[in-house]
């Protein structure tokens, strides 16, 4: 079986009722929207479709709406917003890392710590230094541009401690521009290969799926899974998570896996083909780019 590769997203107008977008990749690059992402997300709606943009940044929504505005997304081209930041900061002020936490990220990632107003009776959570840590909070590394392995001394002494690391952002990479970083995922991963365990609330692990049914619900649309449709440039993340939802997917090949799949304006259908194989994903639908 082969993916069939699709020219525009308007190709799948009617088949579907909701869109699950990812962001970073697809509708923007980390420095600017991009503009043919946008008039796709616009299109979409006007057809009588929602846009649920469904990402892995480790912060509040309101925070990611200000900072699409700056790049460039309109309001007009979604509906809501479900973050990976929000998924784990729930799960955080339940509890399950801890009162005590070792924030792993940059001064930017702050608003990941405000509190979550649909919770009665949240946990008073207080950074602390590792030593005096219960649990890890990790919104990306302290610097996107080294190499995970930095962490190794400090993570070592966490799994001593025998600390849990929560994950607020599963991605591993992000191309900001022509710059690849690190993500949260990489720490993460670093740690369980060490021996530690790392608990996961964004893409493609369940939670922020159902955040992103509940925030559905909360514009007005009840969709059933067999009119979403899964769209983002993160085959492990983005394509796996919709998969493991029994959500139709469209991959955008020309985000993360540009060189893989021989992108220009679309994929090389063997290189894509052999990505996919190698991958072991079966996206329903590719794109070069969401237009």
Request: aromatic share 6%.
């Amino acid at each position: 079986m082969t993916t069939p590769i699709i020219d525009t997203l308007d190709e799948l107008h009617g088949r579907y009722d909701a869109l699950f977008c990812d962001l970073w990749g697809c509708v923007h690059d980390g420095v600017r929207a991009l503009p043919e992402a946008v008039d796709a997300l616009r299109a979409f709606k006007a057809s009588g479709g929602a846009v649920v943009l469904l990402t892995n940044a480790p912060r509040p929504r309101a925070s990611v709406a200000a900072q699409i505005a700056r790049l460039g997304v309109p309001e007009d081209a979604w509906d809501v917003i479900a973050t990976s930041g929000d998924a784990a900061r729930v799960a955080m002020f339940e509890g399950v890392v801890g009162r005590k936490v070792w924030h792993i990220g940059e001064a930017h990632d702050a608003p990941f710590f405000e509190p979550v107003k649909l919770l009665e009776n949240p946990v008073d959570i207080e950074k602390v230094d590792l030593d005096a840590a219960e649990g890890i909070v990790c919104t990306g590394p302290f610097d996107p541009h080294a190499d995970p392995s930095v962490m190794r001394p400090q993570f070592l002494l966490a799994k001593t401690k025998g600390l849990k690391l929560l994950c607020a952002n599963p991605d591993i990479v992000v191309d900001r521009g022509e710059t690849r970083e690190w993500c949260a995922g990489a720490l993460a991963d670093l740690y369980e290969e060490m021996g530690g365990e790392s608990l996961y609330f964004g893409k493609p692990h369940p939670p922020i799926y159902d955040l992103a049914r509940r925030r559905l619900e909360q514009v007005g649309r009840i969709v059933s899974d067999d009119r979403i449709l899964a769209v983002g440039d993160g085959i492990f993340t983005d394509i796996r998570g919709g998969m493991g939802e029994n959500i139709d997917t469209l991959f955008v090949t020309g985000g993360l896996a540009r060189a893989e799949t021989g992108t220009r304006a679309q994929p090389d259908p063997a290189r894509l083909e052999a990505f996919l194989a190698a991958a072991e994903l079966q996206p329903t639908y590719a794109i070069g780019a969401l237009r």
